[in-house]
């Protein structure tokens, strides 16, 4: 999958290259492995989208984790 924009400032775009249906979650982890925001998504068009307005995010490197039924991908982030 692919993440954009990066550096994120308000919401982060989730483009699928494979088809994926209904839902997956995504996880976002500090530089030390904590959760720090966890949210399950609806993937339309191989498309998601993460809203992190409310997990109040710093301005730093983050792991965006995306978990689906075809496996988990982990991707470095900047919060801008």
């Known amino acids: 999958f692919q993440v954009y924009p990066n550096p994120v400032v308000d919401h982060i775009n989730i483009d699928f290259n494979t088809p994926v249906s209904g839902t997956v979650e995504a996880v976002i982890y500090d530089q030390f492995g904590r959760v ?25 490197f983050y792991y965006l984790q995306i978990r689906s039924e075809g496996g988990r991908k982990l991707v470095r982030i900047l919060k801008k």
């Open 36 to 60: 720090i925001y966890s949210k399950d998504l609806t993937v339309v068009n191989r498309r998601a989208q993460l809203d992190i307005t409310k997990a109040q995010l710093s301005n730093q």
